[in-house]
């Protein structure tokens, strides 16, 4: 579209937009870049072919909706905004290739401390920002497309779990939620439950791990365990027992279970050994098994007690 | 990130979000599934491998900034968002493979018009929208990426054009700008050149035939030949001199130079003969010499006279 500023337009554009858009550019490309490849600087960027299943995924980030500014750094919505999308792969078992981000914000955003925070997590993750788009709208906003392959076996997806499986969590639950009522009652940014909140950590490793394992099904705990555990649930026409739910030190149960944002992966599979002992092999933490599945799709329960939807909702 | 609805949580989302997201998949999801391939209803699509380069580029269009609302439907912005982000893949000379979008909107937001404007350019684009994410905001945007493959030869930069080459653009320029002169001016939605501006068409069939021909360089004309060939000129390191600049009936010279949103590709081709032999074989329209590349990198006339960069410019 026209009245924006693809980051290939760099060359040529007023003074201040050329600026602003080259120290961008150098936060955002800190790594190397492939051989054959060709990223900011044209019309698309250029990657080399995938290898297996290629992987799409997109997310939103909106200022004062998905991060209340008056906590929290602008750089935390890019970071998050990217961790997310990424997390994404990684609930597919897939390995990051690339993402393009494509921001919207007022005049007089400081768009250098949001890239700081998109190339961050594009560092950590392994996922090179590759393109992106600037545009004016009222709201600040960051869009994330990442991009994956699938080496070998196939995704992992949601629908694959059969009655009769282990249910497994990569992690204790509600630190994100935990640190995000301590910053509201003044803690430090620096606060590890905090931090967990600002910087979550997409379960790559974990997530190519269980699909090499043959987990049946996966995905991310965006949204918190009360509702995704019953959308795999859902997706793969099964029930589940729950024995137990790990709390993370420092958040409650209702944090753990309704919470979101924990980026933890849900696994199923009907082989625990083989995901415990490809998980040891990679030096990669045990996954905490939590339950199984059933066959009666309405069998929900937690501790023998019924297992509610809960978590994250929207309203349109 | 969790104040958000992925496609996939349709499932088990409120009644009112599991409605509308229904209904709006039904509006996108209006061809077949390529076999092996998982849209809507996971963390990730999946996709077949691609073939050859990927291609991927990102785009946003906000209304009140990309369109004005009391001249257009909503449904315009979703079909120029679509259309604009194709384009840049038709620019590369890349085959589309499918898109993601993100749209943003406050509450109220005709979400079904919106949509049905992205599922029309995606089916006229022959471009699956493959998955998406919808979330709250004051803004109404719609953010889409789109991604390619390149079957055969290696995509078409900007960057590859040498002095002595031809210069050629798909069509005579100017109708999207006029049609908005004109729409502000009183005319109808269906006058030919109003339906020039809200429906562009991404050229792909000519990129694809651009660059089995063997162009040198090649970018979608988005901002303006004023603007976009001293981009390519820029970045193949040549200049130019221009003999004519086709202008659409109806339109004035400004806005064939000036006006941007034509998505008529921009070719350079030290094989003029061979370019329009394979137009000619596809049954394509005929590409319109314009000029031809200089060495001298500061030489940019038409018709002798300096041609002076102009077009969309974006502040921040």
Redesign the interface.
């Given at each position: 579209?026209?009245?924006?500023?693809?980051f290939?337009?760099a060359?040529?554009?007023?003074r201040?937009?050329d600026d602003?858009i080259k120290r961008i550019a150098a936060i955002l490309g800190r790594g190397p870049i492939p051989r054959?490849e060709?990223h900011i600087?044209?019309?698309?960027?250029?990657?080399?072919?995938?290898?297996?299943?290629?992987?799409?995924?997109?997310?939103?980030?909106?200022l004062g909706?998905?991060l209340d500014g008056s906590l929290f750094p602008l750089e935390d919505l890019g970071f998050?905004?990217v961790a997310?999308a990424v997390s994404?792969?990684a609930?597919?078992g897939?390995r990051p290739?690339?993402a393009?981000?494509?921001v919207?914000?007022p005049?007089g955003?400081d768009?250098e401390e949001l890239h700081r925070g998109i190339g961050d997590a594009a560092v950590i993750t392994g996922c090179p920002i590759?393109?992106?788009?600037?545009?004016?709208?009222?709201?600040v906003?960051v869009?994330v497309?990442?991009?994956?392959e699938?080496p070998g076996k196939?995704?992992v997806?949601?629908?694959g779990a059969r009655p009769g499986e282990k249910i497994l969590v990569t992690g204790p639950l509600g630190r994100s939620a935990a640190g995000l009522r301590r910053r509201r009652a003044g803690a430090s940014l620096t606060d590890e439950l905090v931090v967990a909140h600002r910087r979550p950590w997409p379960r790559l490793a974990e997530g190519i791990a269980a699909r090499g394992a043959g987990a049946s099904a996966m995905?991310?705990l965006?949204?918190g365990l009360g509702?995704d555990l019953?959308?795999l649930a859902?997706?793969s026409h099964v029930g589940f027992v729950l024995d137990h739910v790990p709390v993370a030190e420092g958040a409650t149960e209702e944090e753990a279970i309704g919470g979101?944002?924990d980026y933890e992966l849900l696994i199923v599979t009907p082989n625990v050994e083989r995901l415990r002992m490809i998980f040891a092999d990679r030096g990669l933490r045990q996954p905490i098994q939590i339950g199984w599945t059933v066959e009666n799709v309405t069998e929900r329960t937690l501790g023998g007690e019924p297992f509610q939807?809960r978590?994250?909702?929207?309203?349109?």
């Open positions: 579209m026209s009245p924006s500023a693809d290939p337009s060359g040529e554009s007023t201040g937009e602003i054959g060709r600087g044209d019309d698309a960027a250029v990657l080399t072919p995938f290898v297996g299943q290629a992987l799409v995924s997109t997310d939103v980030a909106v909706v998905h998050k905004a997310a994404d792969l609930a597919m897939g290739k690339g393009v981000i494509a919207s914000s005049p955003t768009l590759v393109g992106g788009d600037l545009t004016s709208s009222r709201d906003s869009a497309t990442v991009f994956g699938c196939d995704a997806l949601r629908s995905m991310d965006s949204d509702l019953h959308r859902d997706a979101g944002e939807r978590g994250w909702q929207h309203q349109f």
